[in-house]
């Protein structure tokens, strides 16, 4: 499918948050220095080291550009990009970009995503670390191998033509998510990610990886888990036989 985007220029990067007070503050002034006014929405699940509270302090100096949703609790990576997309599309942004705040997504390369789906007319770019080979740093090599070959899984079981089907680096145009029902997204962990680019590929849209560097984490402490991945394994599965049984399609009630 291909749409033509009109020149708008309306950029939203949504950033999820739980213990993230050593990394929160360089990352919102990082954002905060590119060039091309992006703006910031903070999504903090009830961080109990304050993370909320620096956002809402440096709001001062941001206070058109930097916006934060406080949710109660931890309620998973998928819930929280679902309330930053629906938040986005009521204010009609027209580029909407997933990142994590630990500095593992450097934040001048939104530009580049930005530029991709501008530029080239693709509606969802993907930071992707395994378009140019293996492009991580410090990470151990039995989690680089696991993130590879879940990728090479996921295509394997569902055919979606990405080599970085995990990542979470990631630019929309609003086109994508609104043709998204996203009521209908079940997962919450990295299975999240996934079913957000098969269902993004199953509707038709455009997509295009862009290399970039991953640097694991120098800061805090990584969310990942078992229970995450193993949500992930079997989810592709669901997600497989789900489009065999039950097609994609627009979602055109103009809905959020």
């Not at 942004?93 to 500095?103: K, L, P, V």
């Not at 410090?138 to 899984?153: C, D, H, I």
């Not at 990631?170 to 269902?199: N, P, W």
């Not at 640097?215 to 078992?226: A, I």
Request: glycine share 8%; hydrophobic share 40%; with cysteine.
């Amino acid at each position: 499918m291909t749409i033509d985007h009109p020149m708008t220029h309306h950029k939203l990067v949504i950033i999820p948050t739980y213990n993230e007070l050593e990394n929160i503050s360089d990352m919102v002034q990082s954002v905060m220095g590119l060039n091309g006014d992006f703006e910031l929405l903070v999504i903090d699940d009830g961080s109990p080291d304050g993370t909320g509270e620096v956002v809402k302090s440096l709001q001062n100096d941001y206070p058109k550009r930097l916006h934060l949703l406080e949710r109660q609790g931890k309620m998973g990576l998928g819930t929280a990009y679902i309330t930053g997309f629906k938040w986005a599309l009521e204010r009609s942004y027209d580029f909407i970009f997933e990142m994590d705040c630990d500095f593992s997504h450097d934040p001048k390369d939104l530009i580049r995503l930005y530029d991709a789906v501008k530029d080239r007319n693709y509606d969802l770019a993907i930071g992707s670390r395994y378009i140019t080979g293996v492009n991580v740093v410090n990470w151990p090599m039995g989690r680089v191998l696991m993130s590879y070959f879940a990728s090479v899984y996921v295509k394997f079981i569902t055919g979606l033509p990405v080599k970085d089907a995990t990542a979470g680096f990631k630019c929309y145009h609003r086109s994508v998510l609104e043709g998204i029902q996203l009521d209908g997204i079940r997962f919450i962990g990295y299975a999240f990610q996934i079913e957000m680019k098969f269902t993004t590929w199953n509707l038709g849209f455009r997509i295009v990886e862009v290399p970039i560097i991953f640097t694991d984490r120098t800061k805090g402490t990584s969310k990942m888990s078992t229970k995450i991945f193993k949500e992930a394994v079997l989810g592709v599965i669901w997600m497989k036989i789900k489009s065999i049984f039950s097609p994609y399609k627009l979602n055109r009630s103009g809905s959020i």
